[in-house]
């Protein structure tokens, strides 16, 4: 995994930057909440190390849920249209280190009614909240 161009913001608390190679073919934005001093920062990052190790998995509970919200509806998609429909934009580590903010952005192409940013919260591997409302998990 390589982070590009991290930064620190003191005003946020926050480190930010680009790690190019965790999503196929995509920048990740990569927000790590947190101390500017740098012991804490390699303990962060080796925990997006972790999530990246794990990102297969998680993309498939995150696509899942993206599928039934459109199932029992005029807008139900296969789970491979949506897994083409919507990518991994960007990534946020919490500063308790076990919350994850995580974002799916649609593709340029898709129709109008896909065209959101699906954002969800992950706890120790699971998805606990999600920006649209949900009945199924994944």
Do not use: C
Request: hydrophobic share 40%.
């Amino acid at each position: 995994m390589r982070v590009e161009d991290l930064r620190y913001h003191s005003k946020d608390h926050q480190w930010f930057g680009l790690v190019n190679d965790l999503y196929p073919g995509r920048g990740v934005e990569l927000t790590v909440e947190g101390d500017q001093a740098p012991e804490g920062l390699a303990t962060k990052l080796t925990l997006v190390r972790e999530l990246a190790a794990d990102l297969d998995d998680v993309l498939e509970q995150l696509h899942q849920l993206a599928y039934h919200k459109y199932q029992g509806t005029q807008w139900a998609k296969p789970l491979a249209d949506i897994r083409a429909m919507y990518f991994l934009s960007s990534v946020t580590l919490k500063s308790d280190n076990t919350s994850w903010w995580l974002v799916l952005e649609p593709e340029f192409d898709v129709e109008t009614v896909y065209n959101h940013f699906l954002r969800f919260t992950m706890v120790k591997r699971e998805i606990v909240w999600t920006n649209f409302a949900r009945d199924v998990t994944a």
